[in-house]
């Protein structure tokens, strides 16, 4: 099982990023996918989830600027974030759950001017 991610980067406040995360390899069923992020001295925390039905959660702090979406067909997660702030900052890790959960390696995602 591989989860790989991509789509981080530097970008000014105000800004737009979208990280993809393909998952590979076989899942006995894949029930969740979703995003974290840690930022330097903070825990890790929830950015948003989606299950294979559609339906969605978010964090609060980035309600209306975030966006989860998937690919069931190619075990693909998606996060469209708009309106970046500074706070923002920190490294995404994507995540399935399945039979397991998995964790991709993290992608670094900078907001700054």
């Known amino acids: 099982v591989q989860l790989v991610e991509s789509g981080g980067g530097l970008v000014q406040p105000g800004g737009s990023l979208r990280l993809s995360c393909a998952a590979s390899?076989?899942?006995?069923?894949?029930?969740?996918m979703g995003w974290y992020r840690q930022a330097p001295g903070k825990q890790r925390e929830l950015v948003a989830d989606i299950t294979t039905d559609g339906s969605t959660s978010y964090a609060d702090s980035v309600k209306g600027r975030f966006t989860i979406s998937n690919d069931n067909a190619k075990n693909t997660v998606y996060l469209q974030m708009n309106s970046l702030k500074p706070e923002d900052t920190a490294v995404y890790y994507c995540t399935v759950v399945a039979d397991l959960t998995y964790w991709g390696q993290g992608t670094q995602v900078t907001v700054a001017s």
């Open positions: 390899g076989t899942f006995y069923s894949i029930n969740t």
